[in-house]
């Protein structure tokens, strides 16, 4: 377009070195008056005639050529650019969720781990204090069937702790997920019914 206006404007307003207004020219005439003006004018009045007009077009040509063929390529390349960006930010978000569920996960555990500690610490505690009862009862007399009802209950209350510290030891805590089991669950619950009732005796 920049070359055709260029061409056009010449030949409208341009005129041939012997003075003729090239819009009155046509054909090859017309075409070589155009190109020796955009040449400077004819090699005879020491412009670069016909040969520099075709250069001086041509670069007319290149140069918007080049502006669209890099616009062009620039597109393409901030296209791909934003396709990647786009990408990444859906991995960033999927990791950043897989990050969030992981953090819940762990909260969970923790909240279930200190839940068996703190249990079997008050256990702890409250066998300490029945096993040193039941030791001197036992140094006493160690036949369980003169033992008088609270005697009788005291090694009932030894019993049920040392059975369900057991049952907690022996419960594992995580499956093969990572995640809490069912099972440690039940037997906190059923240790914490326990220990209000121990605490009652």
């Known amino acids: 377009l920049v070359a055709f206006g260029a061409a056009k404007g010449v030949m409208l307003l341009g ?3 012997t003075g003729t207004a090239i819009s009155s020219l046509s054909g090859v005439a017309a075409t070589n008056a155009t190109l020796a003006w955009l040449g400077g004018g004819t090699l005879a009045s020491g412009g670069f005639g016909v040969a520099g007009g ?3 077009l041509s670069a007319g040509i290149a140069a918007p050529a080049a502006l669209l063929g890099g616009g062009f390529i620039a597109d393409k390349l901030m296209k791909g650019r934003l396709a990647d960006a786009k990408t990444n930010l859906e991995k960033a978000q999927a990791a950043a969720a897989a990050m969030d569920a992981a953090r819940q996960a762990a909260w969970v555990i923790a909240r279930n781990v200190d839940e068996e500690h703190r249990v079997l610490e008050e256990l702890d505690e409250l066998f300490v204090d029945t096993e040193k ?3 001197l009862l036992v140094a006493a007399n160690n036949d369980f069937a003169t033992y008088i009802s609270e005697q009788q209950q005291l090694v009932g ?3 049920a702790l040392a059975k369900t510290v057991k049952n907690i030891m022996e419960t594992p805590v995580f499956d ?3 995640e809490i089991t069912k099972e440690v669950v039940a ?3 059923s240790a914490k019914e326990q220990l209000v009732k121990l605490s009652d005796m």
């Open 133 to 135: 009862s039941l030791e």
């Open 54 to 56: 075709m250069v001086v």
């Open 157 to 159: 209350i030894n019993c």
């Open 15 to 17: 005129a041939a070195s």
């Open 176 to 178: 093969e997920n990572g």
């Open 187 to 189: 037997v906190l619950h």
